[in-house]
């Protein structure tokens, strides 16, 4: 079975500094890509960042950045200089393409202090 | 259209009745996803569509659960003889091709059994 886990509830970070969302990942497959998806308050849900297994390269994208372990099924999100639109559910994902499933963990708020 | 849309936004129905959720998803988008999520939780894969086609229909609760699409296009997810345990947001995204390309969500039909 896929699972993907989010072991932190609820995150601090101050204005400015930087921040790391823990997640884990288990899957049997071998083709599967990884996400963390946004979900501010009362809006829609938006992709922050994707990694394919494939490559050792972690992905970046401006100030997200993810601490991809694979021996590990580890899948950290980093954002550094927090802003305090920032704040919001962050949900890590999986996809397999053999299984056509979308697992996604069980998220972890992110509060921005001024 | 610009975006995801689902409808109705909110639905209040009571235990025992059937309900129809729709979504449309942006234009020229193969997959499309269904989602539940209950309150303060995080999001349970029901539905995959690739085109008109779901190639695993064992994410959907229960046999209350049907989904359908056509035209590759819109798409309605359909529960029967609702019961209060299905009181949920159900969100629908899309994809260009695949799930290895980002997710577009809707805004999500807020569903509540009473």
């Known amino acids: 079975a896929q699972t993907v886990t989010q072991s932190q509830p609820e995150m601090s970070v101050q204005e400015a500094e930087t921040v790391t969302l823990s997640c884990t990942y288990d899957t049997s497959e071998s083709d599967y890509y990884l996400f963390w998806y946004k979900q501010p308050p009362s809006r829609q849900m938006i992709l922050v960042i994707r990694q394919e297994a494939y490559k050792q390269q972690n992905a970046t994208e401006n100030r997200f950045s993810v601490n991809f372990q694979k021996a590990a099924k580890s899948f950290s999100l980093k954002i550094s200089d927090s802003q305090l639109g920032d704040a919001a559910m962050y949900f890590c994902a999986c996809y397999t393409s053999g299984t056509y499933k979308y697992i996604f963990g069980t998220g972890t708020r992110l509060k921005v202090l001024a | 259209g610009a975006g995801v849309s689902q409808s109705p936004s909110n639905k209040v129905t009571e235990k025992g009745k059937d309900v129809e959720l729709r979504c449309d998803p942006i234009s020229g988008h193969t997959a499309l996803y269904w989602y539940r999520q209950r309150l303060g939780q995080g999001l349970e894969f029901l539905i995959y569509f690739q085109g008109n086609s779901a190639p695993d229909k064992s994410g959907l609760p229960s046999d209350r659960f049907s989904a359908e699409r056509t035209g590759e296009s819109v798409s309605t997810l359909t529960i029967q003889r609702t019961q209060q345990e299905d009181s949920a947001v159900y969100l629908c995204?899309?994809?260009?091709?695949?799930?290895?390309?980002?997710?577009?969500f809707g805004p999500g039909t807020r569903l509540t059994v009473l």
């Open positions: 995204a899309s994809s260009l091709i695949s799930g290895i390309d980002e997710q577009f």
